[in-house]
């Protein structure tokens, strides 16, 4: 037994594992969880949303999401989401925060907020 558990231990030290963890928005009724992966450094895996009056998040399609910036040490984040003809998205939606402060852009509305770095 304890020749397996030490290979086992050789094989898997050598990789680097992932950890996950959530970023969050708050702002005018709107909550934004950001949910982050660490490999080299952390990136931006998924985008959920939750409308005012909802209770379950949605998540953004992925393939209408862009990271435009996204750097844990400035706190600095701008993401975009436009997917025309998706029904999950009524309008584009952009968000942008520095520090703390945030601002989510649906459509022609301007929401003000919230950001939570703490993962």
């Given at each position: 037994?304890?020749?397996?558990?030490?290979?086992?231990?050789?094989?898997?030290?050598?990789?680097?594992?992932?950890?996950?963890?959530?970023?969050?928005f708050?702002?005018?009724?709107?909550?934004?969880?950001?949910?982050v992966?660490?490999?080299?450094?952390?990136?931006?895996?998924?985008?959920?949303?939750?409308?005012?009056?909802?209770?379950?998040w949605?998540?953004?399609?992925?393939?209408?999401?862009r990271?435009?910036?996204?750097?844990?040490r400035?706190?600095?984040?701008?993401?975009?989401?436009?997917?025309?003809?998706?029904?999950?998205?009524?309008?584009?939606?952009?968000?942008?925060?520095?520090?703390r402060?945030?601002?989510?852009?649906l459509?022609?509305?301007?929401?003000?907020?919230?950001?939570?770095?703490?993962?």
């Amino acid at each position: 037994m304890r020749p397996l558990l030490t290979l086992l231990f050789a094989l898997t030290s050598g990789l680097c594992l992932s950890a996950t963890g959530t970023l969050n928005f708050e702002g005018e009724g709107y909550s934004i969880e950001i949910v982050v992966g660490d490999d080299t450094r952390p990136v931006v895996a998924e985008v959920r949303v939750v409308p005012p009056g909802a209770t379950d998040w949605v998540p953004l399609p992925h393939g209408c999401l862009r990271v435009e910036r996204f750097d844990t040490r400035a706190q600095v984040l701008r993401l975009r989401c436009e997917a025309p003809g998706d029904p999950a998205l009524t309008a584009p939606l952009s968000l942008t925060v520095r520090k703390r402060k945030g601002v989510l852009r649906l459509g022609d509305h301007v929401l003000r907020g919230v950001f939570d770095w703490t993962m």
